[in-house]
């Protein structure tokens, strides 16, 4: 059988692997591998007998990663845990947990589940970061978890920060986390790897925001839509660490799963402050600390290996990307994103002109609240105000960053004018807590992501920026730079191997027992593109734990068309444009759908890491552009533009997971679709990962 058929569970490696430590040696020839892929090759557990085959991208396979992360979300992983029937965590050096999503809230509920997450992670020996030590991705790049050539995963979207230290971060989902807690391991598809070669040098008052801005407007039809992306060329040596990981992290927004950076003298040298720094502050305090000043994960002697091992682990020569693109990094001015879509960008120097009226402003955010980012803000508020009817909130992405910050002056400055302080945390970036936009507000944020209704309410406006252009619109009152840079169409290339694959190799594939041969239901239509998982699944209901499957249902779609859960009915095949399901990894975006009624959905493509969701829960989830493209060719009348359309021209579509095919009423040839693996088929006919980890500690448990 396939692997992922076992995925090794109850056999997983140590997990906290450094100091070299690696997979079962690969039989057979070895291909030509690129980073991503030699990363995953160090992660994958080892076949039933033993052995390991070499890694390509696409394939399903079971890794075993060095870390797993979860923040607030922690409570949430717990109940599936202990309804895996888990008695003990398998490895607790393998887990990390680290409160900062919502750490302003002070009511009896929300301290009673930190204190709950605190008492677990103590009864299990695992790593606990309590609130205020600020946000987990921060956390995990300062305290040496994610660390050069690790594969780390944590359930948040933004995992891929990890990358811009030469670490292959991706984010999991709830259910992956507790299988992972339960076993050591979970299952990957290795993604396509795109190269994206950055050459030249950024000019002054230019930023990595803005380059992660630029990629995101420039390429903004699913170019990279679920690969790896690695960064290379010869303007990487010119961008800070703290550069890197902007890029890194907002390669999520892109449409990417990774987003990886090599590792060299900048890369190095940085590791070695923080190993400086931890030397003269001491352990952390946490329940993986042995006797010593530094952790063995980050210490001196890790740091030498990982300075050897960077040749070994370049791309090699002759290896395979699926998509190349080049940017010009002296070509790039400082954009803005928006309103309300990350992929809308725009020059400030054109977004100054129509002078756009703020009533917020942002440095807060994994992204961008780093101690050079609070440095080039302070650097443009010092001594001056802001503006009158103008509120600007700050927050340090850890309380070293703030203490740093505090040192230097910069978090005085800052303050001085008129900045009002957060607690180091996500905040206001995932709409909770003090300063979130109101009805009709206009906000300008230093964060990743501005999806309508995700920092407040849903009809406000907001837009992204670096810190500079965020610190001068509150000065100014009005969206605008620190100066003018002058009109530059950014100089790049896009070359791609893609085609369309949605119907590639379709045709009679085995079906795995349990997993259905037909699905047949009543198309309803959401033909927008881009719905993200805050349009789903509002992020003011993600951290509630008490919501029962029918309440999820009743909120379906909320933020993107209220009226749905009305409109839908048991067994509906929800029928979506392009990228659907971009944005959080919350897996409750593909359990609120099954729980209104959608049997399946049918789409243009889908985020990876939602379609992960999706199977992990048992719903699935299709991606056919030929049948989009039919379905909407036919919607051509006005009453048809509505957000979400039942049907008007077809009965029901059905679904022959036998043949791979779709087909619909009054059209006289099927429209094919990529078949489900086997990995996938089996997670769906058991009804999800939550019961194949229970089966097979069970199966473990009796051997």
């Not at 429209?671 to 086997?678: A, L, N, Y």
Request: hydrophobic share 40%.
């Amino acid at each position: 059988r396939m692997v992922g058929t076992r995925l090794a569970m109850g056999g997983a490696m140590g997990g906290a692997r450094w100091l070299g430590s690696v997979a079962a040696r690969p039989t057979g020839v070895r291909p030509p591998q690129n980073l991503v892929e030699k990363i995953v090759q160090r992660h994958v557990v080892p076949a039933a007998d033993g052995t390991v085959g070499w890694i390509r991208a696409g394939q399903a396979v079971a890794i075993s990663p060095s870390y797993v992360m979860t923040h607030d979300n922690t409570a949430a992983v717990m109940i599936k845990f202990k309804g895996l029937g888990a008695a003990k965590i398998a490895n607790p050096s393998q887990v990390v947990f680290t409160l900062d999503h919502n750490v302003q809230d002070k009511s009896d509920g929300n301290l009673k589940k930190y204190g709950d997450i605190e008492a677990f992670g103590k009864v299990h020996g695992v790593d606990f970061y309590p609130a205020g030590r600020g946000i987990g991705h921060q956390v995990l790049c300062e305290e040496g978890y994610a660390y050069p050539y690790r594969m780390v995963v944590a359930s948040d979207s933004h995992s891929n920060m990890y990358g811009g230290l030469g670490c292959l971060g991706t984010p999991v989902v709830r259910t992956d986390a507790a299988g992972i807690w339960a076993t050591g391991s979970t299952w990957w598809q290795v993604p396509k790897v795109a190269k994206v070669e950055l050459n030249g040098k950024l000019e002054p008052g230019v930023t990595g925001k803005d380059v992660i801005i630029t990629l995101c407007g420039l390429l903004n039809s699913d170019e990279v839509l679920n690969h790896a992306v690695e960064f290379c060329g010869t303007g990487v040596v010119s961008l800070s660490v703290d550069e890197r990981l902007t890029i890194a992290n907002m390669s999520t927004e892109w449409g990417a799963l990774a987003g990886v950076f090599p590792v060299d003298d900048v890369t190095l040298s940085w590791l070695d402050a923080r190993l400086k720094r931890i030397t003269k502050r001491g352990l952390a305090g946490v329940a993986s600390d042995q006797p010593g000043t530094v952790p063995l994960r980050c210490n001196a002697a890790q740091l030498a290996l990982t300075a050897l091992e960077t040749a070994e682990m370049q791309p090699d020569a002759d290896c395979h990307y699926d998509t190349t693109v080049t940017l010009d990094l002296s070509t790039v001015r400082p954009h803005v994103s928006g309103p309300n879509d990350v992929k809308l960008a725009t020059s400030v120097d054109n977004v100054a002109l129509d002078r756009i009226e703020i009533h917020k402003a942002y440095l807060v955010s994994c992204v961008n609240s780093r101690q050079e980012d609070l440095a080039a803000a302070a650097d443009i508020v010092r001594g001056k105000r802001v503006a009158d009817g103008v509120e600007f909130y700050v927050a340090a992405a850890s309380s070293e960053v703030q203490e740093q910050s505090e040192e230097d002056g910069n978090w005085q400055a800052l303050l001085a004018a008129g900045a009002i302080p957060l607690p180091p945390g996500c905040g206001p970036c995932i709409g909770l807590g003090k300063g979130i936009l109101e009805d009709n507000e206009v906000g300008i944020s230093a964060t990743n992501r501005n999806f309508t209704g995700r920092m407040g309410a849903k009809s406000a406006k907001a837009y992204l920026a670096s810190p500079t252009v965020v610190a001068a619109s509150a000065l100014a009152g009005y969206i605008t730079g620190p100066r003018t840079y002058g009109e530059m169409a950014p100089a790049f290339t896009h070359t791609s191997s893609n085609v369309d694959e949605s119907g590639a190799d379709s045709g009679t594939l085995p079906l795995v027992g349990g997993f259905p041969e037909v699905i047949t239901g009543r198309p309803i239509i959401c033909r927008a593109d881009n719905i993200n998982t805050d349009g789903i699944y509002p992020g003011k209901y993600t951290y509630r734990d008490d919501m029962s499957p029918a309440e999820m249902g009743a909120v379906a779609m909320e933020n993107f068309d209220g009226e749905f859960p009305q409109l839908v009915n048991q067994g509906d095949i929800l029928v979506a444009g392009f990228n659907f399901g971009t944005g959080s990894s919350r897996e409750q975006a593909a359990t609120a759908l099954k729980a209104a009624g959608i049997a399946a959905v049918i789409c243009g493509s889908a985020n990876q890491t939602y379609k992960r969701n999706a199977v992990n829960n048992g719903l699935i989830v299709i991606e056919c552009p030929s049948v989009l493209k039919a379905i909407l060719s036919l919607l051509t009348d006005p009453s048809h533009d509505s957000l979400t359309l039942v049907s008007p021209f077809t009965a029901e579509l059905r679904i022959d997971f036998v043949s791979s095919t779709i087909h619909m009423d009054g059209i006289d040839h099927p429209f094919p679709f990529r078949p489900f693996d086997q990995v996938c088929q089996e997670l769906i006919a058991i009804g999800g990962l939550e019961a194949w980890v229970g089966v097979e500690l069970e199966r473990t448990a009796s051997a």
